[in-house]
């Protein structure tokens, strides 16, 4: 059974377009993977279809209200499903993640808006929050289309050449080696004369030569964890 990807968002226009172009588009088109897109204010039982309300302590802005998402939890939900709130103060997105989740059968995204959720909903109806990195957007709808987009590559044959996942930045503990293509004369640059060769040996050696020195000047942290890694 394909992975079922439920999306509960406030703003749920927001990924028009996602969801039909490019590599994802066509895995969902392939049904290597589903997603349907929720809007929670179809939760919301009042006459305004109210979604959040003030914090009880004071301060500024709004928090997300718990009786719509457990009521679009609970209708949604399946035994094996895997509930996820975005949010900068989860843990951080890695390849890792994305391929658990994408060996999922069911994954339901939350996504906040204004200050946040309420506290229950995270201790109650969530298992897993997760932070695309540290800074904080307007609402998790686009964090929830990152996840997506990164866990689909996971999925077999959602990606023409599975080759392709192997060198990416990421996959080891370096960052990708440059990439060039024809013309191999450009505006007076050359291609590194190297990729022209045809010295298969020589051009793995190169890119990795260029992988390494990529990584120690951008994250110094990953080459160190590289360094470590290769003396073990
Ligand atoms: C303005 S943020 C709330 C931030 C919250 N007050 C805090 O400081 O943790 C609104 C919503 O955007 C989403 N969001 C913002 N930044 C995010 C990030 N880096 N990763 C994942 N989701 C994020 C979350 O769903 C969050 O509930």
Redesign the pocket.
């Known amino acids: 059974m394909p992975l079922h990807i439920d999306l509960l968002t406030l703003f749920p226009r927001m990924l028009d377009g996602v969801l039909t172009e490019s590599i994802l588009g066509k895995g969902i088109a392939a049904n290597l993977l589903s997603v349907k897109i929720h809007d929670l204010r179809g939760w919301c039982t009042d006459k305004h279809k109210t979604a959040d309300d003030r914090p009880f302590g004071g301060g500024a802005g709004m928090v997300?209200k718990p009786d719509p998402v457990f009521a679009a939890m609970e209708q949604l939900q399946t035994p094996a499903c895997r509930r996820i709130?975005?949010?900068?103060?989860?843990v951080p997105l890695t390849p890792a993640i994305a391929q658990d989740l994408a060996m999922q059968q069911h994954v339901i995204f939350?996504?906040?808006?204004?200050?946040?959720?309420d506290q229950r909903i995270r201790e109650k109806v969530i298992d897993q929050e997760?932070?695309?990195?540290?800074?904080?957007?307007?609402?998790?709808t686009l964090?929830a289309a990152v996840v997506i987009d990164a866990l689909s590559r996971f999925i077999p044959g959602v990606l023409g050449e599975e080759k392709s996942l192997t060198h990416e930045s990421h996959t080891g503990t370096l960052l990708d080696f440059p990439q060039y293509t024809r013309p191999a004369e450009f505006r007076g640059m050359s291609v590194p004369e190297v990729l022209l060769s045809g010295d298969h040996r020589k051009i793995e050696a190169w890119r990795h030569t260029q992988q390494l020195e990529k990584t120690r000047q951008v994250r110094p942290d990953l080459f160190e964890k590289h360094r470590h890694a290769s003396r073990h």
């Not at 709130?85 to 989860?90: A, E, Q, R, S």
């Open positions: 997300m709130y975005l949010t900068p103060d989860g939350l996504s906040g808006h204004y200050e946040g959720i997760i932070s695309i990195g540290d800074y904080v957007l307007t609402n998790g964090a």
